[in-house]
């Protein structure tokens, strides 16, 4: 994609935005602002999910797909390793602490099923 495109891409990204916020506050609705802590929490939930640990809200019951699960895992990983040194005390601990455990409740499953 060349430059141009790329910016003209982003501006109307931007402007689309803007205009949802400013609908969201003309309807007295709240307009979620992502932030890094959030999309922490949503690949947590989805790894949890695949782990079988929470309900699938798509299928109701709680399926494990493990290779979904270690996808999200080593996603997880990769931002912890990329992200060194530009979060906050708060985001590097609790993406510290999501991986770790999740971690851990990979392998747990893994020998649950030896």
């Known amino acids: 994609m060349n430059e141009e495109v790329r910016k003209r891409v982003d501006e109307e990204w931007k ?30 939930m989805q790894a949890m999910i695949a782990l079988g640990k929470l309900e699938n809200p798509l299928t109701g019951k709680a399926d494990k797909n493990m290779e979904q699960a270690r996808f999200l895992i080593d996603t997880m990983t990769i931002l912890k390793e990329k992200t060194k040194g530009n979060l906050s005390a708060e985001e590097e601990k609790m993406l510290e602490e999501a991986v770790y455990n999740l971690q851990l409740l990979y392998v747990q499953e893994k020998n649950a099923r030896s």
């Open 15 to 44: 402007a689309q935005v803007d205009k949802e916020k400013t609908q969201a506050q003309k309807d007295e609705a709240v307009y979620h602002q992502p932030t890094f802590t959030i999309f922490l929490s949503s690949l947590g």
